[in-house]
């Protein structure tokens, strides 16, 4: 995509979400989401279709692609309130037996927390319930064809981050929403708040850690690592991992480094773990990742400011 469509399907999310706010019809909104998803799609190849016919699938779109078997329908679920699970078990249904490979839900007020467990189980059918700020991750992960506009796009990156944190500091179910590359680019985000040199490593061939952060302390720079795992099974990091991680501290002489799990840990990750190991590396779960939402949250808004030992806000609510 150039960088002048990505502007525009920017404008268009913001076109989207005024309509949502200050709707004037559901006419409006099916035109302006029809008009943003098309956009999206269609940078992965395929062609949108509103109000397929003689589809009798009941869907508000469909989309297929040139030389290709794979189907999409779409659906808006224009409603006042979360969209609860007896509505995405409805379309699901419709969407199996049509049938169709992947589904895509928009709520514009969100989802409950029933709807995200559900599709978790729905396959073979791929099922994807995006909202406004979804919407916005996806626009901000697309890559742009020209390497000269790319710095303007780290700004939309940092917006969408900025967006994440206060909600996962309002609510730590929206952790359930985010993929794990979106999680790596907050924790990015909130140390370089908090005045950390951040290097975000590549997605894969990372050598083990996803955050290089280096903090310079009276003339003397400390170097820490940070390992974020963040899997939708909620499965928890075992002893294997932390012992990889362990190693990776070790190996490149980092000052310390610290392995955040969304789902925690299992009761025998930390065994084997020797006294010195133990002290060079800190563990986390979700209350560090809400915690380090909030300070961030602290310090952006004026309130408060990092203490000079900023080790401190590193080791904080650890173990």
Excluded at 201 to 212: C, F, N, V, W, Y
Aim: aromatic share 10%.
């Amino acid at each position: 995509m150039t960088p002048s469509a990505k502007d525009q399907l920017v404008r268009d999310l913001l076109v989207l979400e005024n309509s949502i706010t200050s709707p004037k019809d559901d006419r409006e909104i099916c035109y302006t989401f029809h008009i943003a998803i098309s956009k999206l799609l269609s940078n992965d190849g395929f062609t949108t279709i509103l109000n397929p016919s003689p589809d009798t699938s009941n869907f508000d779109f469909m989309c297929t692609k040139q030389n290709s078997r794979e189907r999409i329908c779409i659906s808006l679920q224009n409603t006042n309130k979360n969209v609860i699970e007896e509505r995405v078990h409805e379309r699901v249904s419709f969407a199996f037996n049509y049938p169709y490979d992947r589904l895509i839900l928009f709520g514009p007020k969100g989802f409950t927390a029933e709807c995200y467990r559900f599709v978790n189980v729905t396959n073979p059918l791929k099922v994807e319930l995006l909202t406004l700020d979804d919407l916005k991750s996806w626009t901000s992960r697309i890559e742009v064809e020209s390497d000269q506009a790319c710095l303007e796009y780290e700004d939309i990156i940092k917006i969408v981050s900025k967006t994440f944190i206060e909600k996962i500091a309002n609510d730590t179910n929206f952790l359930l929403k985010l993929e794990w590359r979106e999680l790596e680019k907050i924790i990015a985000e909130i140390f370089e708040g908090l005045a950390f040199d951040v290097k975000l490593t590549a997605p894969s061939k990372d050598g083990g850690k996803d955050l290089i952060l280096e903090i310079n302390k009276k003339g003397d720079t400390k170097r820490y690592l940070v390992e974020v795992k963040h899997w939708k099974s909620k499965k928890q990091v075992g002893q294997k991992y932390v012992k990889e991680f362990v190693n990776v501290i070790c190996n490149e002489k980092s000052d310390s480094g610290l392995l955040l799990s969304t789902y925690g840990f299992t009761s025998n990750a930390f065994e084997g773990l020797t006294e010195l190991e133990r002290k060079s590396v800190r563990f986390g779960d979700e209350e560090k990742i809400v915690s380090l939402c909030k300070t961030y949250l602290k310090v952006k808004s004026g309130i408060w400011t990092p203490l000079d030992d900023l080790q401190e806000i590193f080791l904080e609510q650890t173990r």
